[in-house]
């Protein structure tokens, strides 16, 4: 399975407003910590993939997200990017029962965590575009942007491009715009 992602920096209350424009179903807030790992037999960044951890707390319905509510975490591996028009790569990804020990696992293994990417995250769905998740993040240290995914088949992805694209233009945003560099590597970036 592929994850086909487009990315766009945006002021995020001119999208807040043209959600509301546009009568999008909200899907909750959350705010995320990834820790990403470099690899002690390749490179990551040489190799254009990503290892993660990923702890989120999920907030309950009216209320936004707190590092205190809910928290769930996950492992993600991240493949290299697929193709020059989005950032779709293939993705694995599972629930973890405990972050502290699986960092154990991977640092006792000879993987180096790299600096942690904190983001406040909104989700949501246009009726139309139901397949498409619209995620609207405030990443500390690197900016606002929106993002529009979908889960896909490598016989899919080109559509699933296309259906991205069209969402972006339903928010009034151009997919000319958009950015193919992970917010790591942003922030990585931004303290050069």
Known sequence: MYEVEVKVPVDLEAVRRRLRDLEAESLGAVVQEDTYYDAPHRSFPETDEALRIRSESVAEEGDEAEEDDHMETRVTYKGPLVDEGSKTRAELETGVADDET????????????????????????????????????????????????????????????????????????????????SYLELLLEGRE
């Open 102 to 181: 699986f960092d154990g696992i991977l640092t006792n293994l000879g993987f180096e965590p790299v600096p942690t990417v904190r983001k406040e995250r909104e989700h949501f769905v246009l009726e139309a575009f139901e397949e498409y998740t619209i995620t609207l993040d405030d990443v500390d240290g690197v900016g606002e942007f929106v993002e529009v995914e979908t889960d896909a088949t490598e016989s899919e992805l080109e559509a699933a491009r296309d259906g991205a694209y069209e969402v972006l233009e339903r928010l009034g945003l151009d997919p000319d715009d958009q950015i193919r560099t």
